[in-house]
């Protein structure tokens, strides 16, 4: 059912797309006014975000270790799962980051006759998340290439190593096609696992099936329906001059993938995408389990009501006499 | 254990998710699910507020007037305070992960006990009032309005997690639920609602020093009836001391370490290893509970009764502390005590007076856990020890969550086990260390009403122990902590009849060689050299 309405939600910014650029022929609004509008929304919306979660404080250390602490010399810590300094703590988001370390330990559990339970390793989830984010990233980056003139050397590299095989012309870039297939991969999965599909909601299929369209605008646009790729650059070289012109005779097709990239970057900073910069701050994550070395400090401590030795000794001090504790005071 | 099902039937868990939409509240308070609402005469003490008897059951829960003002600036000010609540709000993607780390949804197939689910609890709440997409989206944004049955469902699963932390583990961003569910549990306190178990120990320990209420005269009785205890089992008469001013260390247990069993074969393990090195140590009858019931309530709680240990050393003048075998306790020594009631200027960097071994992995803190102590003793070779006086045992481990996801205290307990012991199997990677699972009983759920969702929550860890038990013949399930020593024995009745239950320095105690000692049987005045078969035949006519 949630899936159904991201779907139609998406295909309701299709049409918005189609009516506004093939009919009405509003390209500047589509070309410039929006792009404008998304990335304004997305920088803003993205600061204010991370300001957010920044300026709350971090009142306790609360790591989660997943390995062995520094503690004897003859007992070997670990100090990438429990990090004992800041080396430790980069290479712990380092491998959590760029290879997402938690997701690699995934397991499957079920519980069979006989009252046993197995577990099986499950790394499905992790290849996937780490093909859609990888290939996302390349493919983001690989559009630079649009945006500066002369290209960069390392852009033109990527773009080599990315269309190895010599595919089509023009070139296949692989990114594309495993970003496709892993996002739709990860639909899959949450509409068939019965424990995923119970849990997700409209606005993670949203999420997705933007993506998915992205793709599959992007796909379309290189191999298929040919867009007027001079002026493509030339609508993104002046954008990003800000003197906005917007060419003739582009293609319907490139403003719908320019149309679906605004809808993902001005929903960005509202949305769980936000975990791009959440996972940086993972209080459970960036902090090095060095409770007993350093003293943390929080910043909102405050005084408690306590029971003091004193009042603990007045309540007490027939009975310890007796037993004969030693006291603070004889009555 | 007569009124709660045959394991076979608890066993046929069905993990697949039922047709209704979880964001329907209803919740059923089926008899041994839940746990006793808190004592009024305990939050009274304690200075709770709105006090009266909560019971889970009645229809009306009779909340104050403002019960959802209350709830909702409560939540605000959180989000304002802690930086992982608001980013554990924002960013979970759903991905599932999660779902089947937990030991109550394994146990139970009840799809709010998935981590990502109990988080989407409180996390519905927090977008319909503090996100834009949930105050005009509504439903559609995953955003629901906060009801007395949102509030009944949240007392419902936030004490249907035992804050293991073991999701933690998995997710990709560290989303921690226990974090969660103390925020929750904080929030449901705040209009009155909580649970006996978590209440009454706490006002116990706030006035008496310890969770058991047991006063003064009380623990001291209960020491030196360990002290009698062990010279009867080993000739030796130890000293014990309690409140004695500037002994070198302070030592601090939890209390069911001088009262539980099978806690206690551990404290007589602790006593005869301090005595054969000499330690020069006190107890406090003051701060006679490392154990730490407020962490279960929220953090105010927490610090008042946590401020008891650094208080009592400095009073002592003791140089520095030793803390027992207990797993939350040591979640909040190591994560907690020193930002919450440190520094801890007062003390000495801790150093061993037996080996010389400076901890400086506890220079802040200036609290070493006993197992990091005994090892080193043990790696410098200052204890004899004879392993064969555990044989009698086959020993498997079980990691307490907080000692291996709060501290990474994993490696130290099996040093030791390798050296008092010759029969030692870890039971399957997946199930011990950082990933080890949960008793199913700690949090404070460990009561008696609650048997069938601690039956169900252990079953994970069970199921583990029974596999080196068949597989190995494992007849021990030793640990390091004092929930799972109260709780571990009913789970392993019920679900692996013949293994006992033992603390890791009960093994200590038994194969300790002292100074002229006469000893016959272990710590459990049992004969060392136990007919096995025998033993087996016993236990087996005793679960008919």
């Not at chain 2, 005869?272 to 154990?291: K, M, Q, R």
């Not at chain 2, 020593?485 to 009913?490: D, F, R, S």
């Amino acid at each position: 059912m949630n899936a159904l309405l991201a779907l139609f939600g998406v295909a309701i910014l299709f049409v918005i797309a189609y009516l506004g650029v093939d009919v009405l022929g509003l390209h500047s609004l589509f070309g410039i006014v929006l792009p404008y509008a998304a990335i304004f929304l997305f920088l803003i919306g993205f600061v204010v975000r991370i300001f957010q979660w920044a300026k709350s404080p971090v009142p306790f250390r609360i790591t989660t270790t997943s390995g062995q602490q520094k503690s004897l010399n003859f007992i070997k810590s670990n100090n990438l799962e429990s990090p004992h300094n800041t080396t430790g703590v980069i290479g712990r988001m380092a491998l959590e980051i760029l290879f997402f370390r938690s997701l690699f330990r995934n397991t499957k559990a079920e519980v069979k006759e006989n009252e046993r339970i197995v577990y099986g390793p499950d790394k499905w989830l992790w290849a996937a998340a780490l093909a859609f984010h990888w290939s996302f990233l390349i493919v983001f980056l690989r559009h630079y290439r649009f945006f500066a003139e002369p290209v960069p050397e390392f852009i033109l590299k990527m773009q080599a190593v990315d269309g190895l095989f010599q595919v089509g012309t023009p070139i296949v870039f692989l990114t594309g096609l495993i970003l496709l297939a892993s996002v739709t991969f990860l639909f899959l999965r949450r509409v068939v696992l019965p424990q995923v599909r119970y849990i997700s909601l409209l606005a993670d299929y949203f999420a997705l099936f933007v993506i998915m369209a992205i793709a599959i605008s992007g796909l379309l646009m290189r191999h298929f329906y040919k867009v007027d790729i001079v002026g493509v650059k030339e609508l993104a070289m002046t954008l990003v001059g800000f003197k906005p012109v917007v060419p003739e005779g582009i293609g319907f097709i490139f403003y719908v993938h320019l149309f679906f990239v605004c809808v993902l970057f001005a929903y960005f900073p509202f949305s769980k995408l936000m975990h791009l910069g959440g996972v940086f701050l993972s209080p459970t994550r960036n902090l090095a389990n060095t409770n007993r070395i350093k003293r943390h400090i929080n910043p909102w401590n405050y005084e408690v009501k306590t029971h003091t030795y004193e009042e603990y000794e007045d309540e007490f001090r027939d009975v310890m006499r007796e037993a004969g504790l030693p006291l603070e005071k004889e009555s | 254990m007569s009124d709660i099902a045959k394991k076979e039937d608890l066993a046929k868990v069905d993990l697949n998710p039922p047709k209704k939409d979880w964001m329907d509240p209803k919740v059923e308070f089926k008899k041994g699910t839940y746990n006793y609402g808190s004592n009024p005469g305990s939050m009274k003490y304690l200075g709770m507020p709105f006090v009266r008897k909560l019971d889970p059951t009645a229809e009306d829960w009779e909340l104050p007037e403002n019960w959802k003002e209350i709830i909702l600036e409560g939540l605000r000010d959180r989000i304002k305070k802690y930086r992982s609540l608001r980013i554990f709000m924002d960013c979970c993607v759903r991905c599932g992960a999660c779902a089947d780390k937990c030991h109550f949804f394994i146990g139970s197939g009840d799809p709010k006990n998935m981590p990502v689910l109990r988080a989407e609890l409180l996390r519905s709440v927090y977008r319909k009032d503090f996100t834009t997409a949930g105050k005009l989206l509504g439903k559609m944004a995953g955003a629901r309005e906060l009801t007395v049955d949102v509030l009944k469902e949240w007392f419902f699963y936030f004490y249907q997690c035992t804050e293991c932390r073991r999701c933690s583990v998995f997710c990709p961003y560290g989303i921690d639920t226990a974090e969660i569910t103390m925020m929750g549990r904080e929030l449901l306190h705040l209009v009155g609602v909580g649970i006996d178990w978590i209440t009454t120990p706490a006002s116990n320990c706030f006035r008496t020093g310890n969770h058991l209420g047991i006063q003064p005269h009380g623990f001291k009785d209960s020491v030196d009836f360990a002290v009698d205890d062990l010279e009867d089992l080993t000739g030796i008469r130890v000293d014990a001391p309690v409140n004695k001013k500037g002994a070198e260390i302070l030592f601090v247990v939890p209390s069911a370490d001088y009262f539980g069993d099978p806690h206690y074969f551990g404290f007589l393990g602790y006593l005869a290893l301090f005595h054969e090195i000499g330690l020069d140590y006190t107890f406090s009858s003051y701060a006679s509970e490392g154990g730490n019931f407020g962490l279960f309530h929220s953090s105010e709680m927490m610090k008042r009764l946590n401020a008891k240990i650094y208080a009592e050393a400095k009073r002592l003048g003791v140089k520095w502390i030793i803390g027992g075998e207990c797993g939350h306790m040591w979640r909040v020594l190591h994560q907690y005590m020193d930002t919450m009631n440190g520094p801890a200027d007062f003390l000495e960097v801790p150093k061993s007076p037996i080996t010389g071994t400076t901890f400086e992995h506890a220079k802040s803190t200036k609290m070493v856990h006993i197992c990091e102590f005994t090892a080193d003793l043990i790696y410098n070779n200052k204890v004899k020890l004879d392993k064969s006086r555990n044989d009698h045992w086959k020993v498997t481990f079980h990691d307490s969550c907080n000692t291996s996801r709060a501290m990474g205290l994993v490696e130290e307990p099996r040093y030791i086990i390798n050296n008092v012991c010759n029969n030692f199997w870890d039971m399957p990677e997946n199930t011990i260390k950082e990933q080890t699972f949960c008793c199913g009983s700690g949090s404070g759920l460990g009561t008696d009403e609650n048997l069938e969702m601690r039956m169900r929550g252990g079953f994970p860890r069970a199921n583990a122990v029974k596999f080196v038990h068949e597989k190995h013949g494992v007849n021990l399930l030793s640990c390091i902590c004092a929930i799972d020593k109260a709780t571990l024995p009913p789970l392993m009745e019920y679900w692996v009849p013949g293994v006992e239950v033992g603390a890791v320095h009960e093994l200590v105690g038994n194969a300790i060689v002292m100074k002229g000692e006469k000893r016959t049987t272990d710590l459990r005045s049992q004969p060392y050299e136990t007919e096995e078969p025998e033993a087996e035949a016993v236990k087996a006519e005793e679960a008919n």
